[in-house]
């Protein structure tokens, strides 16, 4: 708890510091909750480049990464919808990864509802792309889909 705490603080400069925790117990996951989030809100309010460029955006991704890979209180599925959008770019994943922890977290009454996580997931994954600020390059797919969630029909664009 204290060690978060600290990393809460420092998080604001220095990512870095993130690579010296390590997930060994249930509870270490739980406990890291809050930075975890704090690197996903982090990531989506950082500029499409800066995820390549800005050693922190990699410090806070691998964190959420590795978080989410070990767990035990969340599943997370990537499905073919978000490979298509994304195509082969590590980086447009690292958003979408982001996105799907900021959901489960912060409403974690609807984090068991595969269906609930993919489409909110989304809706955050395409506000970012559709932020003109991020300079984020959509393809095809990804314009689709922001077509699809700016005429309410996201749901069932997803659902075929």
Do not use: H
Not at 12 to 41: H, M, P, R, W
Not at 75 to 85: G, L, V, W
Not at 89 to 110: D, H
């Amino acid at each position: 708890m204290l060690l978060s705490g600290v990393l809460g603080s420092a998080l604001a400069q220095d990512f870095s510091a993130l690579q010296s925790i390590t997930f060994q117990t249930k509870e270490d996951y739980g406990t890291q909750e809050t930075t975890v989030l704090e690197c996903a809100n982090f990531l989506l309010a950082s500029k499409f480049d800066q995820l390549e460029n800005d050693v922190n955006c990699n410090y806070a991704l691998q964190f959420v990464m590795k978080w989410m890979e070990g767990t035990p209180d969340y599943t997370f599925s990537i499905d073919e919808q978000i490979m298509k959008a994304i195509k082969s770019n590590s980086y447009l994943l690292g958003i979408y990864l982001s996105a799907m922890t900021k959901y489960v977290l912060e409403n974690k009454a609807n984090a068991a509802n595969e269906k609930e996580v993919q489409y909110n997931s989304f809706v955050l994954f395409l506000d970012y792309c559709e932020n003109t600020a991020n300079q984020v390059k959509t393809n095809k797919e990804i314009k689709n889909l922001s077509k699809a969630k700016n005429e309410g029909r996201l749901k069932e664009y997803l659902a075929n």
